[in-house]
């Protein structure tokens, strides 16, 4: 059984998505959240999963934050620790602690629009597909080997929240397509890449094309 702690700062749609997948081989074994009233907690522990808040704002600095973080994640001895909206920039510290088992969700496809308001910059920029990834983390920012992608069309008269509506469905498939992958030992890192045994086309989901209007 391989033990995942999942991190959040909010609503936790995504993590709630983990959960119900009820992945065999996967126990969730704690949710922690940086944010004493992150919307995802309730959830949790509704659920009978550990809950714990570590909040940021209690610290000096992002290192003090991190290692207490980290102190209580390792509580858990997790073999995943999965980034589900977490707001908060680790430090290289804490990422190379985890190496190779953090992964998190960018809602974007990366390595284009790093960072935040993604779903925005993407339609100021027209383009006409957008998306999510699912990365391991890397002490660079929003970068390290993508694991699946889901690839949506931009529609005419979209705006911010439809946009980030039709991403935020096909998160809630590929996050815990990723997750179980990494349960099932499917997925090995091969410098910048991540690899998936087994699957002819590695992790890129195509929504359905736009009608023509
Ligand atoms: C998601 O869009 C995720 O990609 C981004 O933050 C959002 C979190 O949503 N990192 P939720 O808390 O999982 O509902």
């Given at each position: 059984m391989k033990s995942i702690v999942i991190l959040i700062s909010g609503r936790g749609s995504n993590m709630e998505a983990i959960v119900q997948a009820a992945i065999p081989g996967a126990r969730i074994a704690a949710v922690i959240s940086n944010r004493p009233n992150a919307g995802g907690l309730a959830f949790a522990a509704a659920q009978g999963i550990a809950t714990a808040v570590v909040d940021?704002?209690?610290?000096?600095?992002r290192a003090a934050f991190d290692a207490a973080l980290a102190a209580v994640i390792n509580r858990h001895a997790p073999d995943l620790v999965v980034l589900a909206g977490f707001m908060r920039v680790l430090t290289p510290d804490f990422v190379r602690q985890y190496e190779g088992r953090l992964i998190n969700i960018?809602?974007?496809?990366?390595?284009?629009?790093?960072?935040?308001?993604?779903?925005?910059?993407?339609?100021?920029?027209g383009v006409r597909v957008h998306g999510t990834t699912v990365h391991f983390v890397t002490a660079e920012l929003d970068c390290g080997p993508i694991?699946?992608?889901a690839v949506v069309p931009v529609m005419a008269g979209d705006d911010e929240a439809a946009l980030s509506a039709r991403v935020l469905a096909q998160e809630h498939r590929?996050?815990?397509?990723?997750?179980?992958?990494?349960?099932?030992?499917?997925?090995?890192?091969?410098?910048?890449?991540?690899?998936?045994?087994?699957?002819?086309?590695?992790?890129?989901?195509?929504?359905?094309p736009p009608e023509d209007v």
């Open positions: 940021h704002t209690a610290y000096a600095d960018h809602p974007s496809l990366l390595p284009s629009f790093t960072g935040l308001h993604t779903h925005q910059r993407a339609l100021e920029a694991i699946i992608q590929i996050f815990p397509q990723a997750v179980r992958w990494i349960v099932e030992d499917r997925v090995s890192i091969d410098g910048s890449v991540a690899r998936v045994a087994g699957v002819r086309e590695p992790g890129v989901l195509i929504s359905p």
